[in-house]
């Protein structure tokens, strides 16, 4: 009797041996209700909460504010570059904007007035020469670190896109007009908008005095067949803009036009480049029905390219045959050293892709096949 319950005293034991060591060794780990996406290429780590990528919390109110879909998408891209300059992908990971909503934004892009005194906008004016809307779009977003149990955040940079004209009609169903803006006045606009995120900014709760950055964007006009591009953003730890950095960015349309003025002779080289390589592939496959490109040159220099090559094919051989072909012209025309990708497509949906890492001399190849 004795042994029987000694072996139920020392099952017990056991038992509540092993309870204590799983709320020990697994309650740390359960507790974290957030993961990453993985990075690679130089590119941040996305933050997954609860099984779930975190989306903005103000998701798709730029997608309403572009007309031209070139300028959300550099708009996007360009604002990560600029925040690489001052949050390594290395040290942080990237979280869509948490602090701005939907409603925050569509308020400060607004023109200002008595139901809306927060717009970054000035007031109309006068029907028949309107003030311009400067500001067309504003995006956030956050930079953190893991905390072990937690992100904290450690940086939240703000992207400012300001209208290089402004397209408005004097009477409704009227004939539209446009107001070209210079580039001081859309630099003194975008730097006063500027101020005044950063000191909203600097109220909302949870933001703290971590270093907020604010970069400004140039918006292409509607009809470009290309985006806009940053030209400065300033780092800030404090509730006022403490100085400006100048980005030279500039994004070009691939072949130029031969009465294009003010072409360098690197341009020059880059553009007959690029025709030689359009010549090449035009003389080996039919049917082609346009090969551009868009180029942006940082500090002068070449510094990418994507390229769009529109046909018709008729079999899946003839892809595969293109495909092999554009990657050696490539190769052979292309500037080396640079980040190239080459899409192909036929009725507007992607055939195939040819794309070169920067730094390498390799074109790789991908074929949208089907089984």
């Not at 909503?101 to 970054?120: E, F, M």
């Not at 090449?280 to 942006?296: C, D, H, K, R, Y």
Request: charged share 20%; net charge positive.
């Amino acid at each position: 009797m004795k042994l029987k319950v000694k072996k139920i005293a020392t099952a017990a034991a056991l038992l509540m041996s092993t309870v204590v060591l799983a709320s020990c060794g697994f309650g740390h780990s359960s507790s974290k209700n957030y993961s990453t996406t993985g990075s690679g290429n130089g590119n941040y780590q996305g933050v997954i909460q609860n099984g779930r990528y975190k989306t903005s919390k103000a998701r798709g109110i730029n997608v309403a504010q572009n007309d031209n879909p070139y300028n959300q998408k550099s708009f996007e891209s360009g604002l990560t570059q600029v925040s690489k300059r001052v949050f390594s992908p290395k040290s942080y990971i990237f979280q869509e904007g948490q602090y701005l909503n939907t409603n925050t934004l569509q308020s400060w892009l607004g023109r200002k007035s008595k139901k809306n005194p927060n717009g970054l906008n000035p007031v109309r004016g006068k029907k028949s020469d309107p003030n311009p809307e400067y500001i067309q779009q504003i995006e956030e977003q956050d930079y953190m670190t893991d905390s072990g149990r937690s992100m904290k955040l450690k940086g939240i940079v703000i992207g400012v896109g300001i209208n290089s004209e402004y397209n408005y009609q004097k009477k409704t169903d009227g004939p539209s007009f446009t107001k070209n803006i210079s580039k001081d006045e859309m630099r003194q606009q975008g730097e006063i908008a500027a101020q005044k995120i950063l000191t909203r900014l600097r109220h909302t709760k949870g933001v703290g005095d971590v270093p907020i950055v604010i970069a400004l964007y140039k918006q292409a006009p509607d009809d470009s067949l290309v985006g806009g591009s940053y030209f400065a953003y300033s780092r800030n730890n404090g509730n006022k803009i403490s100085s400006w950095t100048n980005l030279h960015y500039k994004t070009v349309v691939l072949p130029k036009a031969s009465a294009t003025n003010s072409r360098t002779s690197a341009d020059s080289q880059d553009n007959d480049n690029f025709s030689n390589f359009k010549s090449q592939i035009q003389s080996f496959f039919p049917n082609l029905s346009g090969v551009t490109a868009q180029a942006q040159y940082n500090n002068g220099q070449l510094a990418g390219m994507h390229i769009t090559v529109t046909t018709q094919f008729y079999s899946q051989t003839e892809i595969t045959s293109f495909t092999q072909y554009i990657a050696r012209a490539a190769k052979r025309y292309l500037p080396s050293g640079i980040p190239i990708d080459i899409r192909i497509q036929a009725d507007s949906e992607m055939q195939a892709i040819v794309y070169r890492d920067s730094g390498s001399n390799t074109f790789h190849t991908h074929i949208l096949d089907s089984y």
